[in-house]
């Protein structure tokens, strides 16, 4: 599939388009599900990167994601609830195929939506030991997170890395929205203690 040739003005209109391509592609417009793709592909990516820790496998994950989306987009009842449900159809393939498998780990490669690493922390400005201090501090931010357990580990990517909101993280994961705060909470403060005792260390 071609690579997203949006325009940087589409932001702000990025929901009515993505509504227009939506209703386009559930008549059948190959093109406009192109576009759905273009937008929305990188956003799985990542992740599904974040949760598997292998850009092989999580290219393929997003590729089955996808034709399970063109082959379900009929079925979807609220055009506005797209990205929630692309979200859990990715989250499924995740769990159905690698539940079994270790902790993943959270690859020191990953990139946000900005094309910046999620704990991408060294400031250039800085000279060598400050740089050294901030690249372990990053290290030890992204094994922080490889050892949060999935249920936390996945509302900390949607919340922290991916920027979904509380209610839309809700609907990915199937649970409370009261479940997910708490989650979502105490899977920062692990990271925070963890972050702390390396600082005072």
């Known amino acids: 599939m071609t690579k997203n040739n949006l325009n940087p003005d589409s932001a702000a209109t990025e929901p009515a388009l993505l509504a227009k391509w939506i209703e386009q592609a559930k ?27 292998s850009m092989e496998e999580a290219e393929d994950l997003t590729q089955e994601t996808f034709i399970t989306v063109y082959q379900k987009l009929g079925s979807l009842k609220e055009d506005a609830k797209f990205e929630p ?17 270790g902790p993943a780990t959270v690859s020191v490669d990953a990139r946000d939506e900005g094309g910046r690493s999620a704990t991408e922390i060294v ?25 949060l357990t ?44 963890r972050v702390k005792e390396y600082l005072k260390g």
């Open 27 to 53: 008549k059948g417009d190959i093109q406009a599900f192109q576009r759905i793709y273009d937008l929305s592909s990188r956003k799985v990516l990542n992740f599904i990167y974040r949760m598997v820790a």
């Open 150 to 193: 999935e249920k936390y580990r996945e509302v900390f990517v949607l919340s922290v890395i991916q920027h979904r909101s509380y209610q839309e993280i809700s609907e990915i994961v199937g649970r409370s929205l009261a479940s997910v705060k708490t989650d979502i909470h105490r899977a920062r403060l692990q990271v925070r203690k």
């Open 123 to 147: 400031d250039e400005r800085k000279g060598p030991q400050e740089a050294f201090q901030s690249d372990e501090l990053g290290r030890v931010v992204r094994e922080v997170i490889s050892d």
């Open 85 to 101: 449900w692309l979200f859990r159809i990715a989250r499924n393939y995740v769990y159905q195929k690698y539940r079994r498998r």
